[in-house]
């Protein structure tokens, strides 16, 4: 199992946080290609507002791809299998990281922006299709700690990203082309090591029919004495679906049966994204400055902050044990605490000397905060909310909703800055306490739970107590 999740995770939303991280490392440099190319091409200097345009296409890219990704993530697991659908996503990294490779050879930025796209619709595909395989073949007991392997993924990415992005590595001016194209690494490596699991037995006995083919994933699974009590819950969920097909996303907005799920998990999606965290990165180096830390030094306190975020998303497999609900509410408190005192420290930032230094504790204490709930568990939730036939293309919109905020945030994040400046964390304190107090009065335990147990906890706010 350990392994299992170990495939998976490298090329899955392992590729989505080395991507987002490693294209801060070569700003500079990109810039400086972009303007060269410019002038050998057309023989004139660059618009600054038109090299300012440009950088934000390929930094923003990004996201459209991931939303891209996201959309066709659900069909690609159910036409081509959990595990079929993680393989075939490689051959996009793969293509996106030779285009991204040769962009300053040939001199051609387009190829980086094309890259820069496909390398985002790889992440896209992974953020969708990575927790899904997980949740299927994770037995019940162990489900929420196999299930945090994509917080763990994801945030070794950003902290990898980080540190191969130093100018000492291959974020100087030399070798930023390797730096973008070394994510063909992690897709060679799931190439290598995925095929050697199975294919998701819930997906092979519910969705294909093949019971010969799920028992024997079962046993590589769980062991030959154990997979029988698993073999039996999927059995269960199998009668009660009675041969229901995959749904498409627009049937799950009109199917009452799923109707507190789907809120549930698109409000959790946005408090995500919307939570504050883009911020306490933006504000992070202006509050490292304040404390005293040379300019230089910066980068490498930084890598601070990737490494907390691994060791609150490495604790938060005991979140089988502690619980989802409150692991999350709990992380969406705290969150509000640290927002509330880094506003003041920040307002009182020069009254006193030791108020950057409790300005920068907010910033670590926030993000191990965001690690102990929102970042981890509520890809676990989306994952155990849904039955069978619903989970793919809960998947897909839970997605879709997550790159349109994260598109969002990051338009409309600098004019949210500027124009309320440190008090733009009242925003963000208000909205998480409203996303924990909505999960209090929402969302059941679903530790230790099957996914029919689950459901029938929602049909009661589905369809109302005396249903």
């Not at 199998?238 to 507190?260: I, S």
Request: proline residues 4%; glycine residues 10%.
């Amino acid at each position: 199992l350990f392994l299992a999740v170990c495939a998976v995770g490298i090329g899955g939303t392992f590729q989505y946080g080395y991507n987002v991280s490693i294209i801060n490392a070569p700003t500079q440099h990109i810039h400086k290609f972009l303007n060269e190319t410019w002038s050998s091409r057309y023989h004139k200097e660059l618009n600054p507002d038109l090299l300012t345009f440009l950088w934000s296409v390929i930094a923003s890219i990004f996201s459209l791809g991931g939303l891209c990704g996201a959309l066709i993530g659900g069909t690609m697991a159910i036409r081509l299998g959990r595990k079929g659908a993680l393989l075939m996503n490689n051959v996009v990294a793969i293509l996106a990281s030779i285009l991204m490779g040769i962009s300053f050879p040939t001199g051609l930025f387009e190829l980086l922006i094309a890259g820069r796209f496909l390398i985002g619709i790889n992440s896209g595909i992974g953020l969708c299709v990575q927790p899904l395989y997980i949740g299927e073949f994770a037995p019940k007991h162990l489900r929420g700690g196999l299930a945090m392997g994509t917080s763990i993924f994801l945030t070794g990415g950003i902290l990898t990203g980080q540190i191969i992005g130093l100018r000492e590595l291959l974020g100087g001016e030399k070798h930023w082309p390797l730096l973008l194209s070394s994510s063909c690494i992690p897709a060679l490596a799931q190439l290598l090591f995925l095929p050697w699991f199975p294919e998701s037995p819930r997906y092979l006995l519910i969705d294909r029919g093949d019971e010969l083919s799920c028992a024997k994933a079962l046993k590589r699974f769980h062991g030959s004495s154990e997979y029988r009590r698993e073999m039996e819950d999927i059995q269960r969920e199998c009668f009660a679906l009675d041969g229901e097909k995959p749904k498409k996303p627009w049937q799950l907005f009109t199917d009452p049966g799923v109707r507190w799920q789907l809120i549930t998990v698109i409000v959790m999606t946005m408090g995500q994204q919307l939570s504050g965290i883009n911020a306490i990165y933006f504000y992070a180096t202006y509050v490292f400055e304040q404390a005293g830390i040379m300019a230089e030094k910066i980068p490498y306190v930084t890598l601070g902050t990737g490494v907390c975020e691994c060791l609150t998303a490495l604790s938060c497999v005991r979140s089988n044990y502690v619980g989802r609900r409150c692991l999350i509410i709990g992380g969406y408190l705290l969150m509000t605490l640290w927002c509330t005192v880094l506003t003041f420290s920040l307002t009182y930032q020069n009254l006193y000397s030791w108020v950057p230094y409790m300005s920068m504790m907010c910033v670590f204490a926030f993000i191990l905060s965001f690690g102990l709930g929102p970042g981890g568990i509520t890809n676990t939730l989306t994952a155990e909310l849904f039955v069978q036939s619903s989970r793919p293309a809960a998947y897909m919109i839970a997605g879709t909703v997550s790159w349109i905020s994260f598109f969002t945030v990051g338009m409309l994040f600098p004019f949210i800055v500027n124009g309320l400046k440190q008090y733009c964390f009242v925003v963000f304190l208000l909205e998480c306490f409203v996303v924990a107090a909505f999960i209090f009065l929402v969302i059941p335990e679903t530790k230790n739970k099957s996914f029919l147990e689950i459901k029938k906890e929602f049909h009661k706010l589905n369809f109302g107590r005396n249903a």
